[in-house]
């Protein structure tokens, strides 16, 4: 089939590639978000999947809204038999839905009806969910409410970051959307509509929901830190100044909530229940480091409370 590939960060860029590499699919064109700000050093930056359609030639199209008229024609142009989509980042109106003959096939990294929008990974991970996976499912105008193609399943493991579990739905993923599209040019698979059932939400996760708080509990805490790990990233305030936080250690012991204690083993903070251990933690304007060595630097008062 002809595929107009949609897509913008790190995790769609698996799933490119291998329809890029596919012997009975040809990507004659890329969408993605327009280059953006990003980094240190604040550069226009293409996004991971325009610099893969660009080491490829295939052309690239970065309308800032995918009702453009001009962007309508020129995918009309390339005339798609279908166009994939993983992590695009913009709602598709309807004169765009209708131009491919197969629709538009999205690859989404959760169980649907779990999780429908914009942060399932990170979703599941916070509400402690012991498996995920990915879906492939036709988009219609409704927030990832199509019928769906065809399911994997992912054990989320107890250490699981976003950012591991996502690198792992990416690769795996990529092989049960080039199996989708497989399915529906030979008109193998059928796609069946999603249950009433079992429908959850995961919003896109905003800088405050990694400010951590002390007075829940340790799993509550470990499991916000992971969901939120690498972006937006989880953090704390001690001495006025933030510190952001890796995945911390649970361990059998209490201590006051909120109140930090450095040892030789390790700098450990009180929560509801029992205290957690810090991993990694990156002061502002430094790079991420071990615990104890920021504990040392900071000399931190004994019995200092986190903010």
């Known amino acids: 089939m002809r595929l107009v590939f949609a897509g913008t960060p790190e995790p769609a860029v698996p799933s490119l590639r291998r329809l890029i590499e596919s012997e009975r699919h040809e990507v004659v064109g890329v969408v993605t978000r327009p280059d953006a700000v990003a980094g240190r050093g604040r550069k226009i930056t293409r996004s991971p999947i325009g610099r893969l359609a660009d080491e490829h030639g295939i052309p690239v199209f970065t309308p ?22 993983v992590a695009y980042g913009a709602l598709l109106p309807e004169p765009v839905l209708d131009i491919p003959r197969y629709g538009w096939i999205n690859l989404h990294f959760s169980l649907l009806p779990a999780w429908r ?4 990974v990170q979703a599941a991970i916070l509400a402690g969910d012991e498996y995920t996976g990915a879906s492939t499912f036709r988009i219609e105008k409704g927030l990832d409410t199509g019928p769906v193609f065809g399911t994997m399943t992912e ?23 080039e199996s989708t599209l497989d399915g ?25 929901a990694g400010h951590i708080r002390w007075d829940q509990p340790a799993l509550a805490i470990s499991r916000r830190i992971r969901a939120v790990t690498p972006a937006p990233g989880a953090w704390t305030e001690i001495a006025g100044k933030r510190l952001k936080l890796g995945p911390v250690d649970m ?12 040892r030789k083993t390790g700098v450990y903070i009180g929560t509801a229940t029992t205290a957690v251990r810090l991993t990694q933690v990156q002061p502002q304007g430094k790079r ?17 409370v986190v903010e």
């Open 288 to 304: 991420m480091m071990p615990a104890l060595d920021w504990a040392r630097g900071a000399r931190l008062e004994p019995g200092t």
């Open 251 to 262: 361990v059998e012991e209490n201590l006051p909530v909120r109140t930090i204690d450095i």
């Open 64 to 85: 800032k809204r995918p009702s453009e008229p001009e962007f309508i024609e020129q995918l009309t142009a390339l005339a798609p038999d279908c166009c994939p989509v």
């Open 184 to 208: 529906v040019e030979d008109g193998t698979v059928q796609a069946i509509p999603q249950p009433l059932d079992g429908v959850s939400y995961a919003p896109k996760v905003e800088s405050e």
């Open 117 to 120: 929008g914009a942060a399932p």
């Open 155 to 177: 054990k989320i493991a107890v250490t699981d970051t976003a950012g591991t579990l996502l690198e792992r739905l990416a690769e795996s993923g990529s092989v049960l959307l």
